[in-house]
């Protein structure tokens, strides 16, 4: 079956500790997302990435770090540096190009800090 | 900067009963729009996507229309069920520069069909 998988689905750390989300597709996917999802806030774009070794910041970058070493994998971690990173957070994937770009989303992280 | 807005934000509806979500963005310079449904603590399901050059999708009991030159789009589901109560996220796909698109997402209408 193709699609995103997440994990861990639940994550819990204490403050301070740097921790890594992991994500992997198996749609051929060229492009890959990570968004933050907060109640009453709708999704954020934390960085994104259009082909393997590189990736451009989203809307809220600070405090993340991602990497693309494989076109199949985009680990997102969150540092000591995020200031408020209790949230669920969603990966996604795409094919490039103007025409449809249809994105599929995995089933979650949800990360607790305390 | 592109706005999503989508009202009303939480609506009740009763079995049976055919219902419109409204999706509303400030610029009409979009590639295409898409619409999901999310269940609680789920990831998002992609439901209808309509390209620019399109008026309307269908997939069964949903149909999605785009105005892109007012800036909206609906979500019509016919005969609602029980098993439609979730939350509605629409988002519209924009050129970000140097050969990336983005989606800029709207906070979602929250649907509860009552048996």
């Known amino acids: 079956d193709g699609g995103i998988t997440q994990s861990p689905k639940y994550l819990f750390r204490k403050e301070g500790q740097n921790v890594t989300l992991s994500c992997e597709q198996n749609l051929n996917h060229d492009a890959m997302y990570w968004y933050r999802q907060d109640p009453g806030q709708g999704l954020r774009l934390i960085y994104y990435s259009q082909i393997v070794n590189d990736f451009q910041k989203g809307d809220i970058a600070e405090g993340y770090s991602v990497s693309r070493e494989k076109k199949e994998s985009f680990p997102l971690t969150v540092t000591s540096a995020q200031k408020n990173p209790t949230a669920f957070y969603l990966c996604?994937?795409?094919?490039?190009?103007?025409?449809?770009?249809?994105?599929?989303f995995g089933p979650g992280t949800r990360l607790t800090v305390t | 900067k592109q706005e999503v807005t989508q009202i009303p934000a939480a609506l009740s509806v009763p079995e049976g009963e055919n219902l419109v979500l409204n999706c509303s963005f400030t610029d009409s310079a979009i590639y295409n729009l898409q619409w999901f449904r999310q269940d609680p603590g789920k990831g998002l399901t992609s439901l209808l996507l309509i390209q620019s050059s399109q008026r309307e999708q269908t997939s069964g009991r949903l149909n999605a229309s785009l105005d892109k030159s007012s800036g909206r789009s609906t979500l019509y589901i016919a005969a609602s069920q029980p098993g439609d109560s979730a939350t509605y996220l629409c988002a519209v796909r924009e050129y970000s520069g140097a050969g990336s698109y983005q989606l800029t997402f709207g906070k979602g209408t929250k649907l509860s069909v009552i048996p």
């Open positions: 996604a994937s795409s094919s490039t190009g103007t025409y449809r770009g249809e994105q599929y």
